[in-house]
């Protein structure tokens, strides 16, 4: 079992940044990913990295904007989210699975965080 927690949400104007955290307890982490959702749609893949850290992938929409990171030493990863629009506005959630490969779709991963909101004001 793994216990995710996720900080670093908030209300930041179009342009800003902010920068998420996942606190990772109960065992070591793998192939971490960030989702999120906003009101009425589906939970969508932002982006994820490979325990190592040296392979990212990235949703289309985010791509140059986001950046995610990991620190194995604090089982912590991290979403660093620069240039936010209005349309990143959701709750954002961290998520895990096993093995090495970071994969976009909700089901392939096992253990989630509660969530963290970000509102983007126009």
């Known amino acids: 079992q793994v216990q995710l927690v996720e900080s670093g949400g908030g209300l930041v104007q179009a342009g800003g940044s902010l920068r998420l955290s996942c606190a990772a307890s109960?065992?070591?982490?793998?192939?971490m990913g960030w989702f999120r959702q906003a009101p009425g749609e589906e939970r969508e893949f932002v982006g994820g990295?490979?325990?190592?850290?040296?392979?990212?992938n990235y949703a289309d929409s985010v791509k140059g904007r986001f950046t995610i990171s990991r620190d194995n030493a604090k089982n912590t990863v991290y979403l660093q989210m620069n240039s936010l629009k209005p349309e990143d506005t959701a709750v954002y959630y961290c998520?895990?699975?096993?093995?090495?490969?970071?994969?976009?779709?909700?089901?392939?991963?096992?253990?989630w965080g509660q969530g963290t909101q970000v509102t983007v004001s126009s």
């Open positions: 998520a895990t699975r096993p093995g090495s490969t970071v994969k976009v779709t909700t089901y392939d991963y096992s253990f």
């Open positions: 109960g065992r070591t982490i793998y192939t």
């Open positions: 990295i490979s325990w190592s850290g040296s392979s990212t």
